[in-house]
């Protein structure tokens, strides 16, 4: 059973710049969830896919957007990047259910200059 | 609103002692309860949950909690450190939104040392 993977791992951008970080879920899994989670803190909820669909997302603005594809992937877009951007950036996959565990990849390191 | 405090940024054990990491949640229903573990660049890995049932929860490593509803705490145990328990530890509540899974609203973090 192959886990959560995410690419890439390290990624350095520039202010103003646009960046799209990849998830592949767990096998069998239908949810994807992204956090983004700064030095120091712990995660914050950006949104959650379920079908294709985004279901639910939490206080991140417009430039913040997300894919599903068919096969339950996933892409994280942020547009417009800020130094404020700066953090890793966890997927977590999992089956839909409020019972359900979610688990998560290595993450994305992003660091915006 | 859901949200999770986390006693202590930093805690520091010998190898052999006891391990207690404090949480403290606010829900307004009843909560889903989760402690996941974060070693160095690496993604968080789930140490155990509590649903519903038993409220004594045992988990991977020897780590286990207690729910504690009057004292709304999830408080994590193990009763012997070891130098590879050296980690930071997330402790998490779920938000359940009608019709979705939810998220996890997560709290700060606790980094723990094991001294020899």
């Known amino acids: 059973e192959t886990g959560v993977t995410q690419s890439p791992t390290h990624l350095i951008k520039t202010r103003g710049q646009q960046v799209t970080l990849r998830c592949s879920s767990q096998s069998g899994h239908n949810t994807v969830s992204w956090y983004q989670q700064a030095l120091g803190q712990g995660p914050q909820f950006i949104f959650q896919?379920?079908?294709?669909?985004?279901?639910g997302r939490g206080n991140f603005p417009p430039r913040f957007s997300g894919l599903q594809f068919p096969n339950y992937s996933s892409e994280l877009n942020v547009n417009a990047l800020e130094l404020d951007d700066s953090a890793l950036y966890l997927c977590?996959?999992?089956?839909?259910?409020?019972?359900?565990?979610?688990?998560f990849g290595p993450g994305t390191r992003l660091l915006v200059l | 609103a859901q949200s999770v405090t986390q006693l202590g940024s930093h805690v520091s054990v010998s190898e052999g002692a006891l391990v207690l990491l404090r949480c403290n949640y606010s829900s307004s229903v009843p909560p889903y309860l989760f402690w996941y573990v974060q070693y160095p660049n690496q993604g968080l890995q789930l140490l155990l949950k509590y649903t519903t049932g038993a409220t004594l929860v045992k988990g991977i490593n020897g780590f286990e909690a207690e729910f504690k509803k009057s004292e709304t705490s999830f408080h994590l145990t193990k009763p012997s450190a070891h130098m590879s328990d050296a980690a930071e530890y997330f402790c998490a509540v779920r938000v359940y939104y009608g019709g979705s899974q939810g998220n996890l609203i997560f709290g700060k973090g606790t980094k723990l040392s094991v001294k020899p």
């Open positions: 977590a996959s999992s089956l839909q259910g409020y019972q359900e565990t979610q688990y």
């Open positions: 896919y379920y079908r294709e669909e985004e279901n």
